[in-house]
């Protein structure tokens, strides 16, 4: 469709943009919204499903996959992930991440390396986690940290929620059991294991 031969900076730049848009159209003819194409970037091998929108400042990266009808941005990155059916992912950061179908991210959440979060769970405002499971329909609403943790169904985490995980010389892993209701400002100090339906105070250190 395009011959061009970028010999400087403004070429290439251009040359991108020329390929960019390639890419945008051909995903707006497959049934994808996507509100502002000059401010949207897709990897040629990120794959999107039907009824998707993507907002202003959404960049898709790597080995990407988004289901259908998702909600992807406002300024949102995410790298070499798969996001299931109906997801709503906005202001957030993701990388090497798996989600079910109906999971909310965001916003401002940072997703790192082995996050897996299952069907109706909520990775909500300022909360960052690595290497996480997180069971069906589990809530991790803001401002905690979870790392190499496994969160079962039905589990609460407080705002303030942290997982000490590392202890300066190596890291150890959480495991919080179903339906268990985390308190706020809550410390979990690795390695721990938090049992079904366990409730734990506001401001508590477990150990």
Known sequence: KEIMG???RQALAETERVMRMMILERLMEDGVSIIDPANTYVDPRVKVGQDTTLYPGTVLVGET???S???IGPYTQITNSRIGEGCHVHFSIL???CFGKQVECGPYAHCRPGTVAADGAKIGGFVEVKN???GEGSKVPHLSYLGDTEVGAGVNIGAGTITCNYDGVRKWRTIIEDGAFIGSNTNLVAPVRVGKRALIGAG???T
């Open 95 to 97: 990388t090497d991440v």
């Open 6 to 8: 970028p010999n400087d």
């Open 204 to 206: 508590s250190t477990i």
């Open 69 to 71: 009808d998702c909600r």
């Open 65 to 67: 996959v988004i289901g």
């Open 132 to 134: 996480v499971q997180i």
